[in-house]
């Protein structure tokens, strides 16, 4: 079971720390589904003042990275493909939700689908899909050793 107590901003720090430096927290964490979210501030904005999409390519492939290292048994993944449908801009200010779930788990690769919308600020749930990507990882990769313990942080905060 997940580490409840834990701030949301702590654990992605430990999780991923570019996500963190962004202001992302990361809140759901298993190897079937990984959510967060994030307030769009002006560091993580383009000139006009909308959501950076490296920004939001940085969040599918974070999400994806963590969920394909769990789902493979915590053996090392590497991303090979990243593709990402940007249909509406969120601005600065707005909250953006993302969630990432497998669409396949194979023997060398998984694909991953993670969705990000902005937030309805009358139900705090999904409004506006903002986003889409698909992100295809090599998986069951061997791990150095000195990068033994890159799962150990996953697996404190796993809901398996």
């Not at 967060?36 to 599918?60: E, N, Y």
């Not at 993944?77 to 449908?85: E, K, R, T």
């Not at 909250?95 to 937030?119: C, Y």
Request: with cysteine; glycine share 10%; hydrophobic share 40%.
């Amino acid at each position: 079971m997940g580490d409840a107590t834990a701030p949301a901003g702590s654990k992605t720090a430990e999780l991923d720390a570019p996500l963190s430096a962004l202001g992302f927290e990361i809140e759901e964490v298993s190897p079937s589904r990984l959510t967060g979210r994030l307030v769009v501030t002006d560091t993580c904005c383009q000139p006009f003042k909308v959501l950076h999409g490296g920004v939001s390519a940085l969040i599918a492939e974070g999400l994806a990275s963590m969920g394909a290292h769990m789902a493979s048994g915590y053996r090392r993944v590497a991303g090979m493909q990243l593709s990402i449908n940007h249909f509406r801009s969120a601005a600065a200010g707005d909250t953006v939700l993302a969630r990432a779930v497998p669409i396949h788990i194979g023997r060398s690769t998984q694909v991953w689908e993670v969705k990000l919308w902005k937030m309805d600020a009358s139900t705090q749930g999904e409004g506006p899909q903002i986003a889409e990507a698909r992100v295809t990882l090599l998986c069951n990769l061997p791990v150095p050793d000195e990068m033994k313990s890159a799962g150990e942080s996953l697996r404190k905060y796993s809901k398996l």
